[in-house]
């Protein structure tokens, strides 16, 4: 298994439309919050794991160039990884093999993106070929919209039932998110706003969807010898998995979804997890739409296939329910891509270190956090506990 | 030239604008030049059987050669469909639209194309029209360029 | 010789709206009026042009705005002579590292004022040069039309 590694702390910047900074900028103040929130100086790090979405997004391709100063690697080991929506996962796993190797003890790793200065669907469709899939999947929500009608058809889920679970999770994320002081969408909804606002792609509506936001996430992880002096609290990463489809949309089975139930139980194995619902205290799940979180609670196992719909309407996944998920308000309030993930690994080790603020599941001892990218094509999970 | 966007924030507006020449390769030559006569091909895994469509060199899953072309039929059962009412800069096709995953008879994997033949007036006209499960059949363009829309949409039938 | 399948001509087209922030907003007002701006680390004391929001080497804000000097020395060039697709100013031209007197990082500009073949022959590494500005500014590095050679 390696090395243990923990994380002991974390930066975000306040996440939204900030035509206020440059790039580089909006990059160093997540780096500079990380570094005040743990006391460290770059002089404890070992080296640096950045990234983004692919290049066309901001226009200015190797982002790890024109962020060298920003990010601090002038002088050190520094890499690159872009792995689309999991790109945040990719980097908390490689902080952790670099630790875990025992090569390393102190790593930072940075996610960001600056959606506002990029056209994001016309950016996202370069992620499929020109000879046949780009002229069909209209961007995300197209790939998505088409995943979650297979599922309500394969499970006859009636289509009111699954819209008004998915308006009940928009209403209780976009709650949550007033009580995060980094979230970028604060809008207070009743369930009529979410079914009555403008279609997207059905059975998407405009607040089933996340936005396109600006932000950074930088996160330091350490090894056992580093943690234990640098840390109060840290949190401990108990497993990870990541797992990926075929290219060809229509060679997967998006509903029995196998790289998400893959991607989880190489995550639940790893830190003896039998019992999801009942093990974990708390769920960072990536959901840029509602509906679709609603279909990973069931590949995740925290329910059975076809029931999510239910338990959801019922508040179990709500806060205060059995298993809260996203009490930050998730990616359905705060999505610049490139940092989304590494977003819920940060929330994630709040929640388990107790410094989750306003938002804070009380008792968390046991977290999840999950990564989506591509279309509809990885799944990445990270899980921390509060015990070595 | 620095401009103002609408919260009067100083911006650069500019244009990244690319030209590609991507090689077809022979699966995907072979694939346009069937669709040029109306037939629509897919290969044959040698080891798991399955005919996957558009055909491929090699199998996704087996990761062998498939050296197997066989016709496919131009109908099939309408799996999943999106309408799309939404349009991004550059999109290649306009909306609205509707997109679905077809499994075309003969074909172990899902195809991806539009579903028309209808006015595409709002979801309930659609709704209407459109129903997972329904058989749908290729309807063809009279002039054919070699391309994945030479296939002008799926009706239903 | 390979087998030739044909090809799949397409573009890729995308927009941007790119945030310029406080800082390279006055170093292009400063263009409009035919200065070139540049700031001081507070710590190290290094000024720096184009201004910057942070000294990359101490990464403290920049303070202390100033006009520098519009004459320097070649410290390197290079001559374009390829055109590439959507390339910004057309081919021949020189290219040149600056540095400005009385700053602490080399300035990239071209180099005019003569043909590229006559200027190829009399630029040399220190070669002094000064900045050369179009009649008509709008706020942009292009401003400075290009740096003469004396």
């Known amino acids: 298994m390696g090395n243990a590694v923990a994380i002991i702390g974390s930066g975000q910047t306040k996440h939204g439309r900030r035509n206020d900074v440059t790039y580089p900028d909006l990059v160093r103040e997540a780096v500079q919050a990380a570094l005040e929130n743990t006391g460290l100086t770059m002089d404890d790090v070992d080296g640096v794991v950045y990234g983004s979405m692919p290049s066309m997004m901001e226009g200015v391709a190797m982002t790890h160039f024109y962020f060298a100063d920003a990010l601090r690697t002038v002088g050190k080991p520094m890499m690159k990884t872009e792995t689309c929506g999991t790109t945040g996962m990719s980097l908390a796993h490689t902080g952790y093999y670099w630790i875990a190797s025992g090569l390393a003890d102190v790593v930072m790793v940075v996610g960001s993106e600056k959606m506002y200065e990029g056209d994001s669907q016309a950016t996202m469709s370069t992620v499929m070929e020109p000879y046949y899939l780009r002229s069909f999947l209209a961007g995300a929500p197209g790939i998505f919209a088409m995943q979650v009608h297979e599922w309500t058809a394969r499970y006859n889920i009636p289509s009111e039932k699954a819209r008004d679970a998915a308006a009940k999770i928009s209403v209780d994320h976009h709650m949550d998110a007033l009580d995060n002081p980094h979230a970028h969408i604060k809008v207070k909804l009743t369930m009529d706003d979410v079914r009555n606002s403008r279609v997207i792609t059905y059975p998407f509506r405009l607040w089933d969807i996340c936005p396109n936001s600006d932000g950074a ?11 234990k002096k640098m840390c109060k609290k840290p949190a401990w990463i108990k497993g990870i998995g990541f797992c990926g489809d075929e290219y060809w949309y229509g060679d997967s089975d998006k509903v029995s979804w196998k790289c998400a139930m893959e991607a989880v139980k190489q995550a639940y194995d790893m830190a003896g997890i039998k019992n999801p ?17 609603l279909l990973h609670y069931e590949c995740f196992g925290f329910c059975d296939p076809g029931e999510a719909c239910d338990l959801a309407l019922k508040g179990v996944f709500s806060r205060g329910g059995e298993l809260p998920c996203d009490p930050s308000g998730g ?8 940092a989304t993930a590494l977003i819920r690994v940060a929330e994630a080790a709040m929640q388990v270190s107790g410094l989750a603020g306003d938002h804070q599941i009380p008792g968390a001892n046991m977290a999840f956090a999950h990564g989506l990218g591509g279309l509809s094509e990885f799944n990445g999970i990270m899980i921390l506990g509060s015990k070595l | 030239m620095v401009t103002f966007d609408k919260d009067k924030k100083p911006i650069i507006k500019t244009e990244a604008r690319i030209t590609y020449e991507l090689s077809l390769g022979p699966a995907w030559h072979r694939f346009f030049e069937g669709l040029k006569e109306e037939k629509i091909l897919g290969t044959k895994c040698p080891k798991c059987n399955h005919v996957l469509v558009p055909p491929r060199s090699f199998c996704s899953h087996c990761f062998v050669d498939m050296e197997e072309w066989v016709t496919v039929s131009s109908e099939g059962v309408l799996v999943s469909w ?26 172990d994997c899902n195809f991806l194309h539009l579903v028309g033949g209808f006015e ?6 659609v709704r209407k029209h459109v129903k997972t499960g329904m058989r749908v059949q290729a309807v063809w363009r009279d002039e054919k360029k070699g391309g994945i829309m030479d296939i002008m949409y799926f009706k239903p039938i | 010789m390979t087998k030739n399948y044909g090809t799949l001509k397409h573009t890729v087209w995308l927009p941007y709206n790119f945030a310029v922030g ?10 409009k009026e035919g200065k070139i701006l540049g700031n001081q680390c507070l710590k190290c004391k290094k000024t720096l042009v184009p201004a ?28 374009a002579n390829e055109p ?10 020189i290219a040149a590292l600056i540095r400005l007197d009385g700053t602490d990082c080399s300035f990239l500009h071209l180099v005019g004022g003569f043909d590229t073949d006559t200027l190829n022959k009399k630029i040399k590494k220190g070669t002094r040069v000064r900045a050369h500005w179009r009649t008509e500014k709008k706020g942009h590095l292009m401003d400075i039309q290009y740096f003469k050679p004396k």
């Open chain 1, 217 to 227: 996430c930088a996160i330091i992880l350490a090894s056992a010898k580093k943690a």
């Open chain 2, 82 to 107: 999106v309408l799309t009412d939404y349009e991004y800069f550059g999109m290649p096709t306009k909306p609205p639209f509707i997109n679905s995953l077809i499994r075309l008879d003969g074909a």
């Open chain 1, 331 to 338: 990616t359905l309030c705060t999505n610049p891509i490139g």
């Open chain 3, 84 to 93: 590439f697709l959507g390339m910004p100013i057309d081919p021949p031209f």
């Open chain 1, 277 to 293: 619902r009942k093990e974990l205290d708390v769920a960072e799940v990536y959901n840029p739409f509602t509906f679709v979180e």
């Open chain 2, 120 to 125: 595409i007036k709002d979801l309930d006209a």
């Open chain 3, 22 to 31: 406080p800082v390279f907003l006055r170093f292009y007002e400063g263009l």
């Open chain 3, 52 to 79: 910057r929001t942070f000294c990359p080497s101490c990464n403290v804000d920049m303070g202390d705005w100033r006009e520098v000097s519009q004459e320097g020395n070649i410290v390197s060039w290079i001559v």
